[in-house]
């Protein structure tokens, strides 16, 4: 059974930072093409926040986080991670990881991955 896991979520303030986790079992990462970082606030759609390539570590960010956000993978442990500095309010959302199924990265659809359940950011000023 296929199951990603998130982690560290939670509470900061502004500017300040916060590393998330996202852990695969039954699932060897290195396996996907490429890993994906979305976000979702309420009332808003699910924005895709970073990836990483697999083969190569390449990474791609959405523009609201570039230099701020780095998205890396540790394949001992089957890990990816998403470290968030510099947070501001409108970072605050529910962050879910997926990994794509298939041989093409489309990291900006949604279907075709396994995900996570998604953990909690909340940013205040």
């Known amino acids: 059974q296929v199951q990603l896991v998130e982690s560290g979520g939670g509470s900061v303030q502004a500017g300040e930072s916060l590393r998330l986790s996202c852990t695969g079992s039954?699932?060897?990462?290195?396996?996907?093409?490429?890993i994906t970082w979305f976000r979702q606030a309420p009332g808003k759609e699910r924005e895709r926040v970073a990836t990483?390539?697999?083969?190569?570590?390449?990474?791609v960010y959405a523009d609201s986080v570039k230099g701020r956000f780095t998205i890396s993978q540790d394949n001992a442990k089957n890990t990816v991670y998403l470290q968030m500095n510099s947070l501001k309010l409108e970072d605050t959302a529910v962050y879910s990881c997926?990994?794509?199924?298939?041989?093409?990265?489309?990291?900006?659809?949604?279907?075709?991955?396994?995900w996570g359940q998604g953990t909690q950011v909340t940013v205040s000023s």
């Open positions: 990483i390539y697999t083969d190569g570590g390449s990474t």
């Open positions: 997926a990994a794509q199924r298939g041989s093409i990265c489309n990291d900006l659809d949604p279907r075709g991955k396994y």
């Open positions: 039954g699932y060897t990462f290195a396996y996907s093409v490429c």
